[in-house]
């Protein structure tokens, strides 16, 4: 992939690039980029597949392994730990040593660790191969957006963006209905094995195809170093948050989980300070400062992490209610969810075809029929109904809401930044949903398991309608946050953005041109 150079020093506002006029847009990415765009989304697909896949897995990997119920949830979280972990630092290592180079270890690593856990004869083995198929996708999902930042641009960077939101919902939505199916199929008498075996042929194959589709790495690389006290310190920071969250509810919140999130705290404020001295120093930090000083990022992000958090606490809690509320079997609870998948789909074509002068108002508008989503869906379930296609139908319009918010959201950062804060943002991008996810789960999840205890299908029911309503509630913040981003002013000497995407400096510069 392209090179990129190094960040600018401690309190020097980014440059802007100038983006190109979008009535050439058609012509400025020729067919091979959008074939490596299927190759990278391909990868981010079946990274999001193995993060959702073992949840309707677990229960047969427990009774065939013989595991301990701390043990199965080891084998689900330690391939989240070590994803949301380094992903930072995979992001980093892509521009300091090539993307293409990165993206093809991190496929490699993938692959022969979903090998082991195929073959894995005991729960050991299978933990230990998930926490490397984690750290795998950690190397190469990073790339996948940098990719996107780096090879397109204007309109046809919103479009390729919409095909990678939908495969980071498509592919958690996947892993469930592929999961039940492969797992009742028992193919040849395997069980939960094909699962993880089916990642084999197809790494393979994106493995021979990136070779061929992705631009050879320049010589030299991003230059620096890799920042490994940063490294040290963010890892430290996201292992306390994470952990807690993703075992907390499972254990019932003993100290140490209280112990580790509040031990997060200093570790995130001692990442900071470390960052900072590094730029002070004319080092190049693992992320820029510039990257979280603009104010378009940083409600971004807000708004992204609650509607992601939503999001992943609908699959678990959607999943949950269905089998052991409703007795529905995996397949049933695997394939609900599909409506919502096609819907946010949708999200990409139409905000292509949406006019620059509205583009801005977007991620406001997909928070708000994200409320409405939620909110008609526990409406439903207050009318008496418990389950049926009409409220798949209904979870749909969801669906579309959190597409043109994730999209727009997304698109507006990388338009926020110039292209050599691709890396950058790409990991926060990465990490920040990560651990929202793990939030929605660990919050809204346990809430629902909590008023749900008693296994009746009445108070599942409630307490999917509380859920569902906090989650309304949830996206209506998330709405003032977007609309926080669209109207910041510029701060601490960053240039603003316009709603074209660009920087006040490169609009004007455009103007001067023409």
């Known amino acids: ?33 959008w074939r490596l765009l299927a190759v990278l989304l391909a990868a981010q697909f079946m990274a999001n597949v193995d993060t959702a896949i073992v949840n309707i897995a677990a229960p047969s990997i427990q009774s065939d392994l013989g595991a301990s119920g701390g043990e199965a949830g080891l084998v689900i979280s330690g391939y989240v730990v070590a994803y949301a972990v380094l992903l930072v630092t995979g992001a980093r290592l892509g521009s300091l040593h090539g993307h293409r ?49 780096l090879h397109f641009t204007g309109r046809q960077r919103i479009k390729a963006l919409g095909y990678y939101a939908v495969a980071l919902s498509g592919g958690a939505v996947a892993g469930q209905a592929l999961g039940g199916v492969l797992i009742a199929a028992d193919i040849f008498g395997t069980g939960w094995r094909p699962i993880f075996l089916i990642n084999v042929p197809v790494g393979l194959l994106l493995i021979a195809a990136a070779m061929r589709m992705m631009p050879r790495d320049e010589k030299a690389g991003e230059a620096g170093e890799l920042d490994l006290r940063g490294m040290g310190l963010l890892s430290a920071a996201v292992l306390l948050l994470i952990v807690p969250l993703l075992l907390g509810p499972d254990q019932g919140w003993p100290v140490w989980t209280w112990v580790c999130l509040v031990l997060s705290v200093p570790a995130l404020r001692g990442f900071r300070l470390s960052q900072r001295e590094l730029s002070a120093r004319g ?41 052991d509320g409703l007795g529905h079997g995996p397949a049933y609870a695997g394939m609900a969810m599909v409506s919502w998948v096609a819907a946010f789909g949708l999200a990409g074509p139409v905000l292509a075809r949406i006019p620059e002068r509205r583009r801005a108002v977007m991620p406001v508008l997909g928070c708000l029929i994200l409320a409405v989503g939620y909110a008609v869906t526990g409406v439903y379930l207050l009318s008496g109904q418990r389950s049926g296609p009409t409220m798949f139908v209904l979870l749909g319009l969801g669906g579309l809401g959190l597409g043109i918010s994730s999209n727009s959201l997304i698109g507006a950062m990388t338009f926020a930044l110039p292209e050599r804060y691709a890396a950058d943002l790409s990991g926060v991008i990465s990490t920040n949903a990560q651990l929202s996810g793990a939030l929605g789960v660990a919050t809204l999840g346990g809430g629902y398991l909590f008023l749900a205890e008693s296994g009746s299908a009445h108070l599942a029911a409630r307490a999917l309608e509380i859920v569902l309503c906090a989650s309304a509630a949830l996206s209506l913040l998330s709405a003032v946050a977007a609309q926080r981003a669209n109207c910041r002013p510029a701060a601490d000497g960053a240039p603003a953005v316009s709603a074209k995407g660009e920087g006040r400096e490169g609009e004007k510069e455009r103007e001067r041109e023409q």
């Open 101 to 149: 180079r990165v993206f093809h270890a991190g496929m490699a690593v993938f692959t022969a660790a979903s090998l082991a856990c195929a073959l894995a004869p005991d729960s050991l083995v299978l933990i230990v191969a998930r926490v490397v198929q984690g750290a795998g996708a950690a190397l190469m999902v990073p790339q996948v957006l940098s990719g996107i930042q």
């Open 1 to 33: 992939m392209q090179r990129q150079h190094s960040g600018t020093g401690r309190g020097e506002a980014p440059q802007h690039t100038r983006a190109p006029r979008h009535g050439a847009m058609d012509d400025a990415v020729p067919a091979g980029r």
């Open 283 to 323: 080092g190049r930090p693992l992320i820029a400062e510039e990257v979280i000083r603009q104010p378009a990022v940083r409600w971004s992000l807000c708004a992204h992490a609650v509607t992601t958090m939503t999001y992943f606490a609908l699959l678990f809690v959607l999943a949950v209610y269905l089998q």
